[in-house]
C-alpha cells in the first residue's frame, strides 16, 4: 500500500509559478521502483495526465504543459515534485499525485493505483 500526500497549491497571478510536492508513505525500495505522475481536473473536465517519471528516471509530459512544468523527485525523501511555471489561468485545477507498479501508457489515468487526495491550483488573470 502507498499513501500519497499533496501539498503546495495555492493562488497565483498568471506568468506565476507554483511548486507541489508530493509526499509517499512507503519504504525506499518500493517508491524507487515506482511509475510517478501528476494529473490535474478542472470543473467540468476529465482528470488530464501532465507529467510522469518512470523508475528509470525518464520523463514524459504532456504537450499541455512540455516547456512550463518540470517533475522531479527526491527518492531520499520519497517525494516527487512538479515545478509549474509560467502558469496560465487555464491551468486551475485540482492537481493529483498518482503512483503505479506497472505502467505501459504514462500518462493515463487508468495505468496508476495510488492516489493523493489533491491540492487546489488557482491562477488569476
Known amino acids: 500500500q502507498v499513501r500519497l500526500v499533496e501539498s503546495g497549491g495555492g493562488s497565483v497571478q498568471a506568468g506565476g509559478s507554483l511548486r507541489l510536492s508530493c509526499a509517499a508513505s512507503t519504504d525506499t525500495y518500493t517508491y524507487k521502483s515506482l511509475f510517478m505522475a501528476w494529473f490535474r481536473q478542472a470543473p467540468g473536465k476529465e482528470r488530464e495526465g501532465l507529467a510522469a517519471?518512470?523508475?528509470?528516471?525518464?520523463?514524459t509530459y504532456a504537450d499541455s504543459v512540455k516547456g512550463r512544468f518540470a517533475i522531479s523527485k527526491d527518492s531520499a525523501k520519497n517525494t516527487l515534485y512538479l515545478q509549474m511555471n509560467s502558469l496560465k489561468p487555464g491551468d486551475t485545477a485540482i492537481y493529483y499525485c498518482?503512483?503505479?507498479?506497472?505502467?505501459?501508457?504514462?500518462?493515463?489515468?487508468?495505468?496508476?493505483?495510488?492516489w493523493g487526495q489533491g491540492t487546489q491550483v488557482t491562477v488569476s488573470p
Open positions: 498518482a503512483a503505479g507498479r506497472f505502467v505501459a501508457d504514462h500518462l493515463a489515468e487508468v495505468e496508476y493505483n495510488y
Open positions: 517519471m518512470a523508475s528509470d528516471g525518464s520523463t
